[in-house]
């Protein structure tokens, strides 16, 4: 059984998702401006990604606030790029890297450095060793970055995580409550997500792939934190292909 620790949280994150829906929904003006079209050009909302951002931000740090800030980061840092790089059709860490060396700091060159400073900032509060500080900021950057890798077609991103996020809530400790935060407000924004009516964009995924990284750091020891380094940075060298089997996945 879920401990009931776990249930409050992916409860919290849940209802607190949907409350800033809903708030942000009726007061938020410029509805336009919060509006985007999908890869099959239907119109959907863009609030789903700032309410499941700020959900998860609140949950991590009650649990531990140094994820909380790593969340919140990964979120503004996705915000940005959702506000700044629309029209962009750059994507991966080759182009943005690209572009900087050609001295152009492109919106996802930003998102870039900072959500891999803030992975970095909360890896050096949750581990004490300076290996494992340096692995836990790769593992909640890379994390962040895959989560957004799989967010090509409804409700792919939401669906990742509570997938990848059900094997912490077996585990004792912090570990466990990220986990339960991060799939509470997955599964909030799931069915608008998969009916096409909303999306998460860059803030959603970005935050909720820190929060998913943050609970692998709180819950595994360095053999843990090797592993899952090595395959969010593989993700990441492939991440075209990664973003074209999500696509296929569904047949849509």
Do not use: Q
Not at 147 to 172: E, H
Not at 232 to 240: E, H, I, L, N, S
């Amino acid at each position: 059984m879920v401990h009931t620790g776990r249930r409050a949280a992916f409860a919290l994150a849940a209802v607190g998702t949907r409350a800033g829906m809903s708030l942000l929904r009726g007061t938020t003006p410029g509805r336009d401006r919060w509006e985007r079209k999908n890869y099959a050009g239907r119109t959907v909302e863009l609030y789903a990604g700032p309410a499941s951002a700020l959900a998860a931000a609140v949950g991590a740090g009650r649990v531990r606030p140094a994820a909380g800030f790593a969340v919140a980061v990964a979120g503004a840092c996705g915000a940005y790029d959702d506000v700044v790089g629309v029209g962009d059709a750059r994507r991966g860490f080759r182009a943005h890297l690209s572009a900087l060396r050609h001295g152009e700091v492109t919106s996802g060159a930003v998102k870039l450095l900072g959500i891999s400073t803030a992975g970095l900032v909360a890896g050096a509060f949750l581990r004490e060793r300076p290996l494992d500080k340096v692995l836990a900021g790769v593992v909640i950057a890379g994390a962040a970055h895959c989560v957004n890798l799989v967010d090509v077609r409804p409700g792919r991103a939401a669906a990742v995580v509570l997938a990848l996020g059900a094997p912490g809530l077996l585990r004792a400790g912090p570990g466990a409550g990220l986990a339960a935060t991060a799939m509470g407000a997955a599964a909030a924004v799931l069915p608008d997500d998969l009916g096409e009516r909303a999306m998460i964009g860059d803030t959603g995924a970005h935050a909720l792939g820190a929060a998913l990284g943050a609970a692998v750091v709180a819950g595994n020891g360095r053999a843990g934190l090797v592993a899952h380094a090595a395959a969010v940075v593989a993700a990441a060298v492939y991440g075209d292909k990664v973003s074209e089997a999500a696509r296929s996945l569904g047949g849509r």
